[in-house]
């Protein structure tokens, strides 16, 4: 990475930040701070970016794995690594519920915890992990790099009934406002964060193709219908380029060509169709909008100090 670009970094990380601060987010007495880690783990976010890098390389489809991990995780009793949790015999998980059953790339969250274990034992949150995982994993991708403010503790509840307020493939465009904005996000934050790598499968979008959708382009129709016709877990990208993150998904909406129901209905409503356009024809903006959201996304809910704790195993609580 040239010098250039780490100083871009480096202040890009100042002003998000700033923007964070003036947003109105207060940091707790154990509040999260971008060096959180600086004297109990100084090489810990290191450790995390060489673990997804390594992963990433040996399958590049993890990129957008992780990044819906973070989501699902954080849309749930807040960014507390709940999602990692593994049911027992007295109590369903989140990650066993039928909107997560497709996750995946927690070998990767694993492996990263296992090395921070040994360094430094019971400092780093798995809830930090994940979140760190996701930033690094959209810059491994060719998006934007950027700082996020860490210190998250994790979670003792995961309960699969919790998962109902998860967005659901179907939802149209007030639907989805209504969901973010119950957790502070605008329309605008919303459409920066929406399925811009990746993939999904059949049983998401099958349901479009039984009648005529008037927001579906014909030929793309065609596309959709040869896919499912391997079964409902075969894969669609959202894009041309599902492995990277790019803007282009922004252009596929305006070509009618959105995967999900969900995806397309951002084209339809005023709130939300000036960011696609906008996205669409900048991408520079739309980088900017993104990583601002994602830090944004990272502080809902957090458990600070006594409300939480750092597991030693990600899978189970302490």
Known sequence: MSLAKLVMAKLLSVFLFMEVIASGFRFGVDGLRMDYYIMTCPFGEQIVKNAVDRALDDDPTLAAALVRMHFHD??????D?????????DNKAEKDSPGNLSLRGYEVIDDAKNQLEEQCPGVVSCADIIAMAARDAIFWAGGPIYDIPKGRKDGRRSKIEDTINLPFPTFNASELIRAFGQRGFTAQEMV????????????SFKSRLTGVDPTLDS????TLSKTCSAGDNAEQPFDATRNDFDNLYFNALIRKAGVLFSDQTLLTN????????????NQAMFFLDFQQAMVKMGMVD????????????????N
């Open 74 to 79: 954080c849309f749930i009793e807040g960014c």
């Open 81 to 89: 690594g709940s999602v990692l949790i593994d049911s027992t015999q």
């Open 192 to 203: 920066a964060g929406a399925h811009t790598i990746g993939v999904a499968r059949c049983s």
């Open 219 to 222: 030929d793309f129709a065609k």
């Open 270 to 281: 005023a709130k939300t169709r000036a960011a696609v356009n906008g996205y669409a024809m």
């Open 302 to 317: 957090v458990k600070e100090g006594g409300k939480g704790e750092v597991r030693h195993n990600c899978r189970k609580i």
